[in-house]
């Protein structure tokens, strides 16, 4: 079992997140028209790429734009959860043995107890994202089941991956289920709105350049961020 | 009934249709009508698959419902923070939940996504600006507004409206002969009291060509007179179209993107018959909006830029007090607080936010920015089309309170608004609320300040000297 979900199953997963990522990515940059968007990208594309490289830049800097400084809870909340998100299972120790026993190399590996940490704060974060979704209004209205079943498959590698590191009831089991639930997510990314993974930047991009190019950029006012 | 007598799918394109809307009272019937009025479900899905790309799709589908663009909306703030007047819910309720039905959408539901698009949006674009994703929910009520255009649910104002600039390349009923008789008649009017003022007609080859918004003709000539006054004294080379003058477009409020493309063709075929160096359009918002930031894309325009250079202006007016064209008598600045309004359409939309910051320096005392300002600046309250739709009066007026409580915050008693659209739902709000300010364009108030070279003189106090 444990040879398949780290053999073909897990080829599988990597191959359909970076090939769905590529292939969504293509999709959103053919799907662009300059009629239809109102927006000339060849035409100004220095301005156009001027506009999209600082739209991207202020969202990705905490605090960075009007939007961050406006809601600085759900800033933190927000950079925090990503930031555990990506940092800890691409840094963890057990990944990068992995990866060494593999492919003969690894990335600078955090120690146990930060990917403890880490792990811990995200799921806490992860209950505040659900609490806020509960009790404000202005969010609740918005919510659907399909925004818990993300996060839950969001969360799921980082709780079952906790469960079988600190040997809570059956190893195995938990070790497995970690695997799967990790390559679910992989799946699930280019699948779902976890596409935003990428589409993030191609959308933020895409602003830009309408701000860029249309909305002020070639006024000299780019600030709208 | 598939399609009424006044409401259906059809655009208008005579006088004799568009008379029979107007002799409507209200819309009435229109209304009524518009009740029965089936839905071409086919029509929208293909017109849906056709049209929505990439850049909506995404939108629509990434968003994470994470509520951050709620307090973007000055309607969600103006209706006491009603969940339902999130952006997000807005559009997802509506274009969203069409694309998701395929099209499969009835009467009644097309009738609440109308009320949704002219009523709880003013595509002031603020919300865009605050989702992390970047997703424009104006731009896509504006796209939700197309839709509803082509199935016949579209307020009666609009598609009258839009049935003006069909028939009469302007928002209302002004023709070619009225709006020259209107020229001469500003000319001779102003020209006793400026000696040499002219308002020239189609002369070729001009530095400027100015085009301006159908409710100067037809409601406030003085606006024509005042703007002739200025380009007389800044000793400007300047002309009017006979045809081709109109730059607002009620058609873009109503979706008809077909009267779109018809109308700023008008105006730049005028330019081109004219060949002036440069296009300056009088203080409105959207009439900026629609000839210069969006027209060239209607009438595919590669460039995304109008066939000359245009200025909106507020441009015209920072270039030339910059250059000293047209000076100010500084014991004549404004003395008093004063504030402006940053208009959506040319501040946030096509970022000329440093042009009117540069005029008020050099007219104003005490000049004090509303919070938040510039780009970031609240829609007055009634743009889009919202102070035009009888039927949403309630509606709007219960979102000029954003717009009330930003200017009270001030302390300022004049608003200075160089857009028609700001300056009408500021006129409002005051005679509404009652807060005791007073609003202008800038043209009024420049003239009262300018310094008057001696040869340009009024001749009475020519004379007198």
Redesign the interface.
């Known amino acids: 079992m444990y040879a398949f979900v780290t053999g073909p199953l897990a080829w599988l997963a990597f191959g359909i997140f970076f090939i769905g990522l590529i292939v969504r990515a293509v999709w959103y940059i053919r799907g662009l028209d300059w009629r239809a968007d109102r927006v000339a990208y060849t035409e100004h594309f220095g301005a156009g790429m001027k506009g999209a490289f600082r739209s991207i830049l202020h969202w990705i800097v905490p605090f960075g734009s009007h939007s961050w400084r406006f809601y600085p809870g759900m800033t933190i909340l927000f950079f925090v959860f990503h930031f555990c998100l990506l940092f800890t299972p691409i840094f963890l120790g057990a990944h990068n043995m992995l990866l060494m026993e593999r492919w003969g190399f690894s990335l600078p590996a955090i120690s146990d107890t930060t990917g403890d940490l880490l792990t811990v704060i995200l799921l806490v974060a992860a209950v505040f994202l659900i609490l806020r979704r509960i009790a404000l209004p202005e969010v609740r209205i918005l919510t659907t089941a399909y925004d818990y079943l993300l996060l839950a498959i969001t969360v799921a590698p980082f709780v079952t991956g906790f469960l079988a590191f600190h040997h809570v009831g059956d190893y195995h089991f938990w070790l497995i289920t970690h695997i799967l639930s990790g390559e679910l997510w992989l799946i699930a990314v280019p699948f779902t709105k976890l596409s935003h993974a990428l589409l993030f930047f191609l959308s933020r991009a895409q602003l830009g350049m309408d701000y860029g190019i249309k909305r002020g950029g070639m006024k000299g006012r780019g600030l709208a961020w | 009934m598939p399609e009424g007598i006044l409401c259906n799918r059809k655009p208008i394109n005579t006088k004799e249709d568009l008379h029979a809307l107007l002799n409507d009272k209200s819309g009435k019937q229109y209304y009524q009508e518009m009740k029965e009025l089936n839905v071409d479900q086919e029509a929208l899905w293909a017109t849906i698959q056709k ?1 929505l ?3 909506l ?3 629509l ?8 663009c ?3 909306c000055f309607l ?1 703030l103006a209706n006491n ?1 009603d ?2 007047q ?1 952006p ?2 807005k559009i ?1 309720s509506t274009l969203g939940e069409i694309v998701r039905r395929k099209g499969r959408v009835d009467n009644e539901f097309m009738r609440m996504v109308m009320d949704t698009a002219w009523s709880k949006c003013t595509c002031c674009n603020r919300c ?9 929910m104006g731009v896509m009520f504006g796209y939700l507004r197309g839709l509803c255009f082509s199935q016949g649910f579209v307020p009666w104002e609009m598609k009258i409206g839009s049935g003006m600039h069909r028939v009469y390349r302007a928002q209302m009923d002004v023709t070619t002969e009225d709006w020259v008789d209107t020229c001469q008649w500003m000319a001779e009017e102003y020209g006793e009291d400026w000696p040499g003022l002219e308002i020239p007609i189609d002369k070729e080859n001009a530095d400027i060509i100015y085009t301006v918004n159908a409710r100067e003709p037809k409601h406030y000539p003085e606006d024509i007179g005042e703007a002739a006054i200025l380009f007389h004294l800044a000793g400007e080379d300047w002309t009017v179209p006979s045809v081709g003058w109109e730059e607002t477009s009620l058609a873009m409020f109503a979706g008809d993107w077909e009267g779109c493309k018809m109308q700023v063709e008008s105006v730049y075929d005028a330019m081109e018959r004219l060949k002036p160096r440069r296009m300056v359009v009088t203080e409105c918002g959207h009439a900026y909006r629609a000839t210069v ?2 027209g ?3 009438t ?1 325009r ?3 830029q109008p066939p000359v250079e245009t200025l909106h202006y507020v441009e015209w007016v920072a270039e030339v007090l910059r250059t000293g064209k047209l000076k100010i008598d500084p014991a004549k600045k404004i003395k008093e607080p004063v504030t402006l309004q940053d208009s959506c359409n040319y501040i ?7 042009f009117t910051r540069e005029i008020m320096s050099h007219i104003a005392e005490d000049f004090r920015e509303m919070k938040p300002n ?3 600046n609240f829609c007055c309250g009634g743009g889009g089309g919202f102070n035009g739709i009888g039927c949403y009066r309630t509606e709007r007026n219960i979102g000029l309170k954003v717009k009330r409580d930003q200017i009270l915050a001030t302390g300022a008693k004049l608003v200075i608004s160089p857009c028609h659209n700001c300056w009408d739902a500021i006129r409002d709000l005051e005679e509404i609320y009652k807060i005791g300010i007073r609003w202008s364009f800038l043209k009024p108030l420049l003239i009262e300040m300018a310094i008057v070279p001696e040869h340009l003189k009024p001749q009475e106090e020519a004379e007198e000297a």
Do not use: M
């Open positions: 049209s790309k990439s850049r799709k995404t939108w589908e990434i968003c994470a419902h994470c509520g951050l709620s307090d973007a969600y923070k969940p339902k999130v997000s819910y997802q865009g600006q605050y989702c992390p994703f970047g997703i424009d930031v969006e060239p894309y209607w595919g590669k460039s995304g946030r939309n096509a970022g000329l936010a440093n510039r780009e970031h």
